[in-house]
């Protein structure tokens, strides 16, 4: 199974690569030159042979020699040649430059392995230069600098594709999104780009969001893709694109909330706590009693317990409180070493769990006070806040009421903004549940990731401009101006920074 997973050896049905032939036949037709770069047993390369027949030449690579030979069996007479060839080491700009064959179409199915499970198989499948992004520090840390070998491939294969030639091949969406991305920002558009969605886990028995990625060698100025619902030009489509710098995943929705954009002046989104280590921090009640993840009682004061929702509470609207966790600071850089006076039995608790915390891996606890959290501050502990789990594909705000007098945590897949009072949590609330705030996020969230919801998407919205839509700005007026009044002398500014707000965008709709 390693194996199978290290080469991304999940082979086309040959039904699925005679109906991707035929509709590349639709946007590129009479190719004169076929490359399939892992051409793997060669479904692609058969049914593009049988489907053109010799009005082209076809050329295939692969690593596996069973395969190879395999193919050469299954393709004899069909003017296809396959070669025993490793892709890293393959000089592609020169493989699909053929002067006498400028219409060049390079198909097939790269494999859909990332390079961290790659690097967990200890496989050296993998380019010499894995940090290709330019990914560093955090980033890289974080995982960001993870990607798809077929993300790699495909920049790889489209920089050596010449203006005459195409590219058509199945990999995840994600996968053609970053590639894509990848050259809207760094030189532009190509011409005739398209991800056709396909049924992966009927076709490969795989539960991930993939399309069939046609694109052209020709670059254009227009940084837009065509997105089609199935294999056909029939199904639903949508535009995505490249706008100021970001992705946009609905370019026709995004323009018509476009004034919705350019982020909040006086709120910011803040993420849920974070403390990796679930089983000690985190309590469900039985009678009263604080029971953690190994089903013991903790018996600890409640100084520090506060109640919690989690992202599966937030993301099934759940309110009523079925956790609480132990919050050790109130901002991140607290000395935790007071918890042993103030309060000691919470102490003995988490000298009782030292070794699970502080075998905590994330570097972010590196250097840190000992038991410490993440994603903590004053804005933390404020009594209102309106959150949104970061982990679910629908757009659905909860207002989030203080319970038994305590503030409540949210954990770090989710986003809040932080609310002194109920009715500021209750306007908030309402200018993000109504349709134009979910109709501008949608416009910009990517379903099919893993964390659909950022708090960069957020960001962008501007509260302001929603409330002044809404015609609700006279409301949100007050309430900043009573920030400003109750912080005795400590003017928060936010009135300041709406009005400037306000000011700006008239000139812009100007
Ligand atoms: C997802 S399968 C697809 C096979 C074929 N393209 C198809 O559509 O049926 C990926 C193929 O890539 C091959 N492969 C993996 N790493 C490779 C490399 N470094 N060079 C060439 N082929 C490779 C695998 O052996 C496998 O046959």
Redesign the pocket.
Known sequence: MNEKK????????DSL?IRAIALIDKLFENPDYVV??????????GAAANYWNRTASYE?????NH?VEASRLRLAGLNVEVHH????T?DWVSNLSKSDKPRVLVI?????VTNSDLGQLGSS?LPKKTNFQGLRGLDARTGKANFD?AEWMLIRLIEALPSTGAIAM?CKTMTARKVLKHFWKTEGGRKDSHLFKIDAKAE?DVSVDACLFFTTGKKISDRAATVHAALDFESNQTRIGFIDGDLVSDIDSYEAYRHLDGGSSIYTWRSGIKHDASKVMEFTKKNGRLINGYGNEADIEDDYVFPLLKSSDLGNGRIAIRKSVLVTQRHTGDNTSEIKRKAPKTWAYLMEHADTLDARKSSIYQNRPRFCVFGIGSYSFSPWKVCISGLYKRISFVLVAPTDGRPVMVDDTCYSIPCCCKEEAELVYELLSSDVATAFLNSLIFTDSKRPITVDVLRRLSIVELARVLGRIDNLQKICQSYSEDDSGVDTQMSLLMEQELKYRTMRRS
Do not use: M, V
């Open positions: 290290e080469f991304g050896d999940f082979q086309t049905p690569a399939e770069p892992t051409s793997g047993i060669g479904g692609f390369l295939g690579y692969e690593i596996n395969y060839r490793d892709f890293f393959e097939g199915n790269p494999p859909w499948n070998i199945l490969f």
